[in-house]
């Protein structure tokens, strides 16, 4: 592999320290500067990868990291998500909590034409949680809502409910992959899933278009410590990268975001590892 | 100490509405690596809060025929392991109404106490899975101590200590000989994911009936990055998930207990992975108990 050297779109980065619902460990909101750190002073001697830096990125702050209305956030990341596309770049955002992500995904007008591909431990389909939509339980709910098809990667934890209202009322999750063929489509392969039938099941007929949502959960806390949910048995940073290079396999990356990085609880690694997968997409993009 | 209900069920139950109850354990005296198991099962308990009730393996909610936690238990810090009886006789009269008791402690001294109380339920074995085999007969001039744990539960009814990483080599003799010690972790860590888990070896010469001792520390440091558990070579999660899933398929298993938390400032992985761990205890024995799902009734 050649490291990218400027032969890729511009990115612009859109740091979304939003932090409003963490449910048990706080400090989310702090996660894009962590990162931000990180990526600026990535070693480019990525021996494994060949994934640097972006050549041509730009940093921009959706809001400030004491911004904790809802309806502000959305507004002000779908605006610099709709603005980086404008201007023919490709959006990564850095979270801050899961809510971001329907936030960038609100700029997508055709949501049928982009598929959602979460990396996560937790499924995020709640209607509601702690008495609002706009919780990071929920992000993928939204998402849904809007009619993007979805395809969950590496989920771990759930409440049936949840799984029931979306992949309908036979839902089991011992099964390892839950399918739904109705519009908007979704397909579901939970972590022992994806270990024992691999990526490929939960692929089959994903549209071309892709955006990607890594929850740092997803990982396995042994790679991964610095997050407010740690989650026993996550994937390991080289079965997250194979995942990503199935999923973008002759596929369109048209946005992504990194979210719930919990820098009180990281020792650098989960920011460094969070900053190289933003590299690894920007690279993709 | 108030410890609230583990993983939070809604509509909480009283005990006699239940199927499974958690009974909390605080025993902390003689833990070899650290202190701090006394506040363990508060801390697991508020991790569970954060767990869905759903296991998404297994597809069981274990509070969905009622999950009730008891009030935690006042256990005396005198050396006698009788002073561990009260645990014994509260998970008796769990076990006797039909109800699958989950104790929490605590140090896996505990075993000691619950023991006890197996011994009168009849005939029943107990499946050990822990970091240090557990079979020497005093540790520091006490008798009851995580080191003497399965020699003082031997003194009652039939255990197999398995998944150990340390061993006196007095508790390996003694253990060998009566056919007690069980495969060490390297046996047991980093399977194929294509092999079956083997737990036919942690079961064998123990009646059909089994209670499940399950101490942290036979993970490894990776998976369980705590004080006092700094030992290479232990299980993955998914070696000891894989492990507990065969073992409920060959046992009727009538209860277990989960030991060995010491809480960190700071560091909330392992109580999350205890509660992680107590949730699918419950939901191996819920489905053992309970053809289906109640949700599918």
């Known amino acids: 592999m050649t490291p990218m050297a400027g032969a890729h779109r511009p990115v612009t980065f859109v740091a979304a320290p939003y932090e409003a619902t963490a449910s048990f460990v706080a400090g989310c909101g702090f996660g894009p500067d962590a990162i931000a750190e990180r990526l600026a002073g990535l070693d480019p001697n990525d021996a494994c990868h060949a994934v640097e830096a972006p050549a041509d990125w730009t940093w921009v702050e959706a809001h400030p990291r004491t911004l904790c209305d809802p309806a502000a956030m959305r507004r002000e990341v779908s605006r610099h998500v709709r603005e980086a596309l404008a201007a023919g770049r490709l959006p990564l955002v850095v979270g801050g909590e899961h809510t971001v992500t329907p936030a960038a995904l609100a700029v997508w007008d055709d949501a049928a034409g982009v598929t959602v591909v979460q990396f996560d431990a937790h499924a995020d389909l709640r209607a509601d949680y702690e008495g609002t939509p706009w919780n990071h339980a929920c992000a993928m709910r939204r998402a849904f809502e809007r009619g993007h098809p979805l395809v969950q990667l590496g989920i771990r934890s759930a409440l049936h409910e949840e799984l029931q209202d979306v992949y309908g009322p036979a839902a089991d999750g011992s099964s390892g992959l839950l399918m739904r063929e109705a519009t908007p489509t979704a397909r579901l392969l939970t972590r022992s899933g994806l270990r024992s039938r691999g990526v490929e099941p939960a692929l ?82 | 100490m108030h410890v609230g209900q583990f993983l939070a069920p809604e509509p909480a139950v009283d005990r006699e509405r239940a199927w499974a109850v958690v009974l909390p354990a605080p025993f902390d005296r003689s833990a070899g690596g650290a202190p701090g198991a006394r506040v363990a099962p508060a801390e697991i ?106 020699r003082r539960c031997a003194e009652h009814v039939p ?133 289906t799902p109640s949700c599918w009734e």
């Open chain 1, 204 to 285: 089959r007929g994903l549209g071309e278009r892709v955006y990607v949502t890594i929850d740092l959960d997803a990982l396995d806390p042994s790679c991964a410590p610095g997050v407010g949910t740690p989650e026993p048995d996550g994937l390991s940073y080289l079965e997250l990268l194979d995942a990503l290079d199935a999923v973008l396999d002759g596929r369109t990356l048209v946005g992504a975001d990194v979210v719930e990085l919990c820098p009180a609880r990281d020792d650098g690694r989960t920011a460094l590892l969070a900053a190289r997968l933003l590299a690894w997409l920007a690279d993709r993009g």
């Open chain 2, 45 to 150: 308990v508020a991790a569970s809060t954060q767990v869905e009730t759903y296991d998404l393996e297994l597809g069981r909610d274990p509070t969905d025929r009622g999950l009730a936690t008891l009030p935690p238990l006042e256990l005396s810090y005198a050396d006698e392991d009788e002073a561990l009886e009260p645990l014994g006789r509260a998970l008796e009269v769990e076990a006797r109404a039909g109800r699958f008791p989950l104790v929490l402690g605590g140090e896996s001294t505990v075993l000691a106490g619950t023991a006890r109380g197996l011994a009168r339920l009849g005939d029943v074995g107990v499946v050990r899975l822990e970091g240090t085999l557990g079979g020497d007969d005093v540790w520091h001039g006490l008798r009851a101590a995580p080191r003497t744990a399965v």
């Open chain 2, 159 to 291: 255990v197999r200590s398995s998944g150990w990483r340390l061993a006196s080599a007095t508790a390996r003799e003694w253990a060998t000989t009566r056919d007690t010690a069980g495969p060490a972790a390297r046996r047991l860590a980093a399977r194929p994911q294509v092999e079956p888990a083997p737990a036919d070896e942690l079961v064998r010469g123990l009646p059909e009936i089994v209670y499940l001792s399950l101490d942290l520390a036979v993970l490894d440091p990776a998976a369980l990055p705590m004080p006092g558990n700094l030992e290479p070579g232990g299980l993955s999660y998914a070696d000891l998930t894989r492990l507990l899933d065969e073992l409920f398929r060959l046992r009727r298993v009538v209860g277990a207990e989960l030991t060995g938390l010491t809480p960190h400032p700071g560091n909330v992985l392992p109580a999350f992975v205890a509660a992680r761990l107590g949730l699918r205890v419950l939901a191996l024995a819920h489905r053992q108990r309970f053809p």
